[in-house]
């Protein structure tokens, strides 16, 4: 669709199992981003990679855990997570951290029971 | 803040009619791009206009921007049933791209 992929598309979980979430891009970008969109609120930005670095954490509780192993893809992992984080959690990338449009995957729709 | 904020949160219209969405924001920009969100899909990045540019067209879009005002509109013409969905606003300065809360169209047959 855009260029971005993210697997899976839904996962349910309770709150004593790990996951992860899989974000792939094939635009040859170089900035990755996780979003995190609930109900009846703003997007909230989650995490910021630029060439495989971290370059933003916005105060994200440690149960969730980034990984960039390379520019082409991302990984938020899930651990202990709690009923409040149910919601769609976003991917995105862009050429470069400079006021760029930002290319979105499709979400992941993420249930914690 | 930075965020844009939507006006209004929800917009009906019949199809064929133009609808027509704000955002004011609080601080200086470099840009402000909307996007597009299908329910429950990511979003879709509409077009960008930058803080020199008064006025941006793309099809069946007009976007506009006002600084001195801290306020853009977005308008569709000729509405469409496909164009229902969620459109935000997202103003980008020092390398933040900051949402706002979005306004949901409904188009009706």
């Known amino acids: 669709e855009t260029g971005v992929t993210q697997t899976p598309r839904h996962l349910v979980m309770g709150m004593t199992n790990k996951k992860s979430l899989k974000c792939e891009q094939h635009?040859?970008?170089?900035?990755m981003y996780w979003y995190k969109q609930s109900a009846k609120k703003p997007l909230e930005l989650m995490f910021v990679?630029?060439?495989?670095?971290?370059?933003e954490n916005n105060s994200v509780p440690s149960r969730f855990s980034p990984e960039c192993p390379n520019s082409s893809h991302l990984f938020l992992h899930l651990h202990t997570l709690q009923p409040e984080d149910s919601a769609l959690y976003l991917c995105?990338?862009?050429?470069?951290?400079?006021?760029?449009?930002?290319?979105f995957g499709p979400g992941t729709r993420l249930t914690v029971l | 803040s930075q965020q844009g904020e939507e006006d209004p949160q929800a917009l009906s219209i019949q199809e064929g009619e133009n609808a027509t969405m704000n955002c004011s924001y609080k601080?200086?920009?470099?840009?402000l791009q909307w996007y597009r969100q299908n329910s429950g899909r990511g979003l879709v990045h509409l077009i960008l206009i930058r803080s020199n540019e008064r006025e941006k067209h793309s099809g069946r879009l007009r976007v506009t921007l006002d600084t001195s005002k801290k306020s853009s509109s977005l308008l569709i013409t000729a509405s469409q049933a496909a164009d229902t969905a969620s459109y935000f606003c997202a103003t980008a300065f020092n390398q933040k791209l900051v949402f706002g809360q979005g306004t949901r169209l409904t188009i009706n047959p």
């Open positions: 635009l040859g970008h170089n900035a």
């Open positions: 990679y630029s060439l495989e670095e971290r370059v």
């Open positions: 995105a990338s862009s050429p470069s951290l400079e006021r760029d449009t930002q290319y």
């Open positions: 601080t200086s920009i470099n840009n």
